[in-house]
């Protein structure tokens, strides 16, 4: 036997069923169950939580990149990534040889030639690119440079070697 739940129809006072629409007793149109006003905004609130998981989700994959880091989809994007991150920390490593780091301007990374990943150096990358700076005497010079850098863990690299033109 199933107990069900009773209300008392608003126009006739009987007994009713709390799921009723219509009174059995009267036939009358009865007001909406009392959740119907709640339902809206249960809705709104779980939408709310959508975006916040959303913008939850955007942000690490944001932060994701902003470190550099993994979650690259194809061979294709890791092997790029990888130029990528090779070219930059060559920058780096030129930025140490220069006698004014300050007034450095590279090529875009971009822009910059990657090579390498070839038969038993696969960690190993050759940048060749240029950055201007100001020498000993205060002039902006250009200077060419290819920088061979090696892929250990993560996002680390060891430079291998390093040849510029003079400052
Ligand atoms: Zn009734």
């Given amino acids: 036997m199933v107990v069900l739940a009773m209300k008392k129809c608003p126009f006739c006072a009987e007994e009713i069923q709390d799921a009723a629409i ?3 007793h009267c036939g009358r149109d009865l007001p909406a169950a009392a959740q ?3 339902a809206p905004s249960k809705k709104v609130s779980t939408g709310t939580g959508c975006l916040i998981i959303f913008l939850l989700l955007l ?4 932060l994701g990149r902003a ?8 061979a294709v994007d890791a092997a790029r ?3 990528t ?3 930059q920390v060559c920058k780096q490593f030129v930025e140490k040889r220069l006698r004014a780091p300050a007034t ?4 875009n990374i971009f822009d910059a030639t990657v090579e390498g990943g070839a038969g038993d150096q696969q960690d190993q990358r050759t940048v060749t690119s240029y950055v201007d700076a100001q020498n000993g005497f205060g002039a902006l010079i250009r200077s060419n440079y290819v920088c061979v850098v090696e892929h250990t863990t993560g996002n680390n ?3 291998i070697d390093l040849k510029m033109d003079d400052q």
């Fill in 157 to 159: 690299f060891r430079l």
């Fill in 36 to 38: 119907t006003p709640t």
């Fill in 59 to 62: 942000g690490l994959g944001l």
């Fill in 104 to 107: 450095a301007k590279f090529q």
């Fill in 67 to 74: 470190c550099g880091g993994g979650g690259s989809s194809t």
């Fill in 81 to 83: 990534e990888l130029n």
């Fill in 22 to 24: 219509v009174c059995k």
């Fill in 85 to 87: 991150n090779a070219a």
